[in-house]
């Protein structure tokens, strides 16, 4: 059975940091892993991608903000590490396995979705 189980959001001030985590079971880690996310009123929307390899993809909005990390040892876990955080950041954050080896910033690439954690940014 895989679960993807993310953690680590909250309330922040603008020009704050969070860290999100995202811990998978039951699937093949090898696969690159995202972090999407969901404003109000909007649709979900590519945030960051990382392959095997530790390559990353970032959407032009949270470029030089945002960093995705993942460990591929015993807990295997994906990161994103947020900082300069805005208001226009605040949504749902959501983990997601791709559903191959080919790093893709389209969300029906992902196979296994995390139910999502909230960030809200406060002006």
């Known amino acids: 059975q895989v679960q993807l189980v993310e953690s680590g959001g909250g309330t922040v001030q603008a020009g704050g940091s969070l860290r999100l985590s995202c811990v998978a079971s039951?699937?093949?880690?090898?696969?690159?892993m995202g972090w999407f996310r969901r404003a109000p009123g909007k649709e979900r929307e590519f945030v960051a991608v990382?392959?095997?390899?530790?390559?990353?993809?970032y959407a032009d909005s949270v470029k030089d903000r945002f960093t995705i990390s993942r460990d591929n040892a015993k807990n295997t876990a994906v990161y994103l590490q947020m900082n300069s955080l805005k208001p226009d950041d605040t949504a749902v954050y959501y983990c997601?396995?791709?559903?191959?080896?080919?790093?893709?910033?389209?969300?029906?690439?992902?196979?296994?979705w995390g139910q999502g954690t909230q960030v809200t940014v406060s002006s």
């Open positions: 997601a396995a791709a559903r191959t080896i080919r790093t893709s910033t389209d969300d029906e690439s992902y196979k296994y």
């Open positions: 039951g699937l093949t880690f090898t696969y690159p």
């Open positions: 990382i392959d095997w390899s530790g390559a990353a993809t």
